[in-house]
């Protein structure tokens, strides 16, 4: 049966579908538990005919809703305010509310904060009324009624059995009015998880109805949007394509927010005196809670050319490689990150899965892209991903659910993107990591945004995320057993790539399940290839001359090395290649300064002293440097 049909919630068209099933089974239950998005703004009909749509708070929409079936008041407690009634007294409607409050429950004390022993005889005199009155009774805050739903005290364990007698002996009661057949009286709960209440509670009883009242869906945003372009001075947004096509936008943006966050959004705006049009950035400063936006600077788009120039004599041998992420860049910057969908504008500014050999420059390229875009190498948040590979792991990422150990703190990842959202983040060596912990990513890919452990909303709508992988290195051998090498140094680019791309699909679709992960990335998979002869000159000339000038900075020694020395020790360190610029780093260690740090230990060293290397030699394998 629908919601709308005559018999099920067909009499409240145009309100929540969680109030019309409310109302609709008013004649059935005697008790409603609400759990949910209980503190959001709600869409209502106009209180006339022609008026606009309301948006009203929990209780409000709850009374009004009542008040269309004939109840004559809502009663609410909660452990701050103790017992009120709506509407409040001061009008017609609210002094007669009063009166039926008081004929139920007898004179009432402003703000009367009964013991829960008092407490159940208000609940007693609502739903099992002496007089012919429809009244509601609202328990607010029913989550801290008991200290704990399966270790209460005696008084709590007795009100809550109570409670449930209750629910089965409630009397309907009938009155004149727009439903004269007999309805309960009933008491609401409203509690944050349906699990705060004693399980015994509503397990197996059927007079009890729980409730799940839902975020607001895409449509209940638009609708909002428009109620909310009031503000800006435009009453009738339909005959205004600008001002629609702003509302539609803003709705898009404000997902994951409720109505009530839409609506201190546009307060925000109003105080920023922003135009309707710019509304979408107000949501980004609501959401992120800082007001500059490095994305939107002038000079981003001239560093980035710069940097097409600048990136290669970093990254060296990648040209590959850095033209495609240059390309994404270009993409993050222009704010067109995954704009062939629906909704983009809350998604990662970008997404980059790095793969290929070890020590070819992938976590350079990423302090290279970070120095890029926010001026300093060192706004990257580099997490190993080998630290998680346990199940239970997670937790230092997104901080540990509600009762553990730690649980205040909060996580490692979603505390520095609140910190500062506009980041880099780098998840080194992703392959690593458990995959319950990979599902995470699948949230953050896709809707841009993470819930910690406190049950905080982190967006990552300003990161630039990038993975690593060493991935496609090495495969199973054909003929089981030991794996056997996928790729060597000196092999087409293309093949190169083919073979990595092939591995680290198969890795995600076969080996860990999770194609959907995998589809997330995209082509966003960029792969590096195998240091060159040329590449690692390259890379040679640069790490020895670092040597030369810390020597320098340091000891304030002019350090050479002799052309026939030089060669030799090139050739040392260039040898492996499939080690990648790691590799020529290590070697230029245990080949060159190991040895220079020997023969200049024990040497008493002057200032601006001039010291030539004239030759290397290998003994026993052991390296020593004759010093001229």
């Known amino acids: 049966m629908s919601a709308d049909s005559p018999t ?6 145009g309100w929540p579908p969680f109030v019309r099933e409310l109302d609709a089974t008013l004649s059935v239950h005697s008790q409603y538990v609400l759990s949910g998005n209980l503190y959001d703004s709600f869409l209502a009909p106009a209180a006339d005919v022609a008026g606009p749509a309301r948006l009203l708070p929990l209780r409000e929409l709850l009374w009004e809703s009542l008040r269309s079936s004939g109840f004559s008041c809502l009663v609410v407690y909660d452990p701050v305010d103790g017992v009120q009634v709506l509407p409040e007294a001061g009008d017609g409607i609210g002094d007669e509310a009063q009166r039926a409050a008081e004929q139920l429950l007898g004179k009432l004390k402003t703000n009367e904060k009964p013991s829960l022993e008092g407490l159940q005889k208000y609940l007693a005199a609502v739903a099992r009324p002496s007089e012919k009155v429809r009244a509601a009774f609202l328990l607010d805050s029913a989550s801290r009624i008991a200290r704990t739903p399966t270790e209460m005290e005696p008084a709590e364990r007795d009100f809550f059995r109570f409670c449930a007698k209750l629910s089965r002996s409630a009397l309907p009661v009938r009155v004149a009015g727009p439903r004269p057949k007999p309805l309960y009286n009933p008491v609401l709960w409203l509690v944050e998880r349906p699990g705060d209440l004693p399980p015994w509670l509503t397990a197996g009883n059927e007079t009890i109805r729980e409730i799940t009242i839902p975020r607001p869906h895409l449509g209940d945003r638009q609708e909002t949007a428009r109620l909310l372009a009031r503000a800006f001075g435009v009453t009738d947004v339909d005959t205004d394509p600008s001002a629609a096509a702003t509302c539609d936008a803003f709705a898009e943006q404000a997902d994951g927010l409720t109505l009530q966050s839409m609506i201190e959004v546009t307060r925000l705006a109003k ?14 400063t609501y959401k992120l809670g800082v007001l500059d936006n490095p994305w939107s600077r002038g000079h981003l788009r001239r560093r980035v050319l710069e940097g097409e120039k600048r990136v290669p004599e970093r990254v060296i041998g990648q040209p590959q490689a850095v033209t495609k992420t240059l390309d994404i860049l270009k993409r993050a910057v222009l704010g067109l990150s995954g704009a062939q969908a629906t909704r983009s504008g809350s998604r990662p500014r970008g997404v980059l899965f790095f793969a290929g050999p070890t020590g070819v420059g992938k976590t350079e390229l990423a302090k290279a892209i970070t120095e890029l875009v926010f001026g300093d190498e060192s706004a990257y948040l580099r997490f190993d991903m080998s630290e998680f590979s346990g199940e239970g792991s997670g937790d230092r990422l997104i901080g540990a659910p509600p009762g553990y150990v730690g649980h205040e703190a909060g996580g490692e990842l979603t505390n520095a993107v609140r910190e500062d959202p506009f980041r880099v983040i780098l998840f080194d060596e992703i392959e690593k990591g458990h995959p319950r912990i990979l599902d995470k990513f699948l949230q953050i890919l896709e809707d841009g945004r993470l819930t910690d452990g406190r049950g905080n909303t982190v967006h990552f709508s300003e990161s630039i995320l990038i993975f690593t992988s ?39 679709t076969t080996v860990l399940n999770r194609p959907e992960l995998l589809n997330r990335f995209g082509d966003n998979v960029v792969v590096f290839d195998f240091i060159g002869p040329d590449a690692a000159d390259k890379i040679f000339d640069l790490q020895f001359g670092n040597i030369c000038r810390r020597v320098a900075e340091e000891h304030r020694l002019m350090l050479t090395v002799r052309g026939d020395a030089m060669t030799t020790l090139r050739s040392w360190c260039t040898a492996e290649l499939e080690k990648g610029g790691r590799g020529i780093g290590m070697a230029l260690e245990s080949s060159f300064v190991n040895p220079l740090a020997r023969a200049l230990f024990d040497r008493e060293l002057g200032d601006d002293e001039q010291i030539t290397v004239a030759g290397l030699r290998r003994e026993g394998g052991i390296v020593h440097v004759d010093l001229a």
Do not use: C, T, W
Not at 8 to 13: T, V, Y
Not at 271 to 284: K, S, T, Y
Not at 481 to 486: A, D, K, S
């Open 470 to 508: 060493n991935l496609g290195m090495y495969v199973p051998s054909a003929q089981g057993g030991q794996r056997e090498q996928n790729i060597h140094p000196g092999m087409p680019y293309e093949d190169i790539e083919q073979r990595i791309k092939a591995a680290v699909a198969d890795h995600f």
């Open 8 to 13: 099920l919630g067909g009499r409240l068209p």
């Open 271 to 284: 105080e920023r005196n922003v135009d309707l049009a710019d509304l979408p950035d107000a949501v980004r």
